[in-house]
């Protein structure tokens, strides 16, 4: 069944003042988020689904994996029902992974693109194709990753502050609102100084002031799939994030939590595969592991030498708690369906 078109915008829900309100990452296809979502919508007050992706080799949006915007994305009808009894707003999200040179003299084709005025008009044109496709959304969440960063502070600051107010503009002329995506900050002082892969791209001053929000995450301090085993974050690394975030919008920026982690073959670097932080508790459970629990991780090694780590419960629950003490109207969840249980019942709803 294809979304509908053309039909006329709902209001914008009632979201009581009283934060943090909950921006929530969904996953399709997750029998767990979709029962998370009809237990916890009444806690949401923003839904972003994964549900399209830009192609960076002829920058064209797509639902899901090349299927077209008339295909309807998963979970479409439960999300939409779920709105109508929960009002929380419905931004989907758009990713696009621009991939190349990080640290080499300059961007790859792909990340080029983003240089090119033209290009990156094309790029909104898209957003706006899929704003009209789904009239039923009040937003857009957009995720762009991978952009440039060079040696000496050199990035693609400008152009991608570029393309995030030409969006805003757009949508806000269409009465629809905008949310961004940034990586948490890799580097121990202010982003123009860091030169360490692309986060210095990402200039949450600019893009808070264009954007409606910013969500940024607060999690992989030097840790992915691909490092060795580690913590998902620490206190001190997200208390820095939010401290950051705090001084340059407490209104407008979403500190976002992890709900999952990491399994590694081996102690060794790489090959670490993610999974959710509920799934990765209850493996350890029934396999019986003996878990290490320090600074809100949980860290164990399977019968088989696999190395674990996970955000866990009172992790997730002292982070929320700590970005609502230093005044932040918001706190993002990543994602929705991977957090443990036991979270939901610290949380009080949105509505």
């Known amino acids: 069944m294809a979304p509908p078109s053309g039909a006329p915008v709902p209001p914008a829900p009632a979201i009581a003042p009283a934060g943090p309100k ?3 990452y969904y996953s399709s296809g997750q029998p767990s988020s979709r029962t998370d979502l009809i237990q916890q919508g009444s ?21 899901g994996s090349r299927s077209p915007l008339s295909t309807t994305p998963r979970d ?6 779920a709105k ?20 080499g003299p300059g961007p790859s084709a792909g990340q080029a693109q983003l240089s090119d005025a033209a290009k990156r008009s ?9 704003t009209d496709s789904y009239p039923v959304a009040e937003g857009v969440t957009l995720d762009v990753e991978g952009l440039w960063g060079g040696s000496g502070g050199a990035s693609q600051r400008s152009a991608y502050n570029a393309l995030v107010a030409d969006a805003a503009a757009m949508l806000h002329g269409r009465a629809r609102k905008l949310a961004i995506y940034a990586p948490g900050r890799t580097c121990a002082h202010d982003m123009p100084a860091c030169t360490t892969w692309s986060a210095q791209s990402y200039d949450w001053a600019a893009l808070s002031r264009a ?8 999690y992989d301090h030097g840790v992915w799939a691909g490092s060795a085993p580690g913590p998902i974050t620490t ?10 975030a705090g001084s340059v919008s407490r209104r407008k920026i979403v500190p976002t939590v992890a709900a999952f982690g990491y399994e590694w073959p081996s102690a060794g670097a790489g ?8 799934e990765l508790d209850a493996r350890r459970a029934a396999g019986g592991y003996a878990p290490t629990v320090a600074d809100g991780e949980t860290t164990y090694t399977t019968a088989a030498g696999h190395v674990v780590w996970y955000e866990n419960q009172g992790g997730v629950m002292a982070r929320i708690r700590d970005a609502a003490a230093r005044g932040m109207a918001w706190w993002g969840l990543n994602t929705i369906g991977r957090e443990q249980p036991e979270l939901w019942g610290g949380l009080v709803p949105a509505g």
């Open 122 to 130: 094309r790029i909104v044109a898209e957003i706006a194709r899929v």
């Open 43 to 63: 806690r949401i007050a923003v839904l972003a689904p994964n549900w399209f992706t830009l192609s960076t080799a002829d920058l064209t949006v797509h639902a």
């Open 22 to 24: 909950l921006f929530a």
């Open 211 to 218: 954007a409606d929000l910013l969500t940024v995450a607060g």
């Open 271 to 278: 090959g670490g595969v993610l999974a959710g932080a509920g």
């Open 84 to 103: 109508r009894v929960d009002g929380f707003e419905l931004w989907p999200v758009i990713n696009a992974t621009f991939t190349g040179a990080n640290g």
């Open 76 to 81: 479409y009808g439960e999300i939409l029902a």
């Open 235 to 244: 206190s001190a690394g997200w208390r820095a994030l939010v401290d950051y």
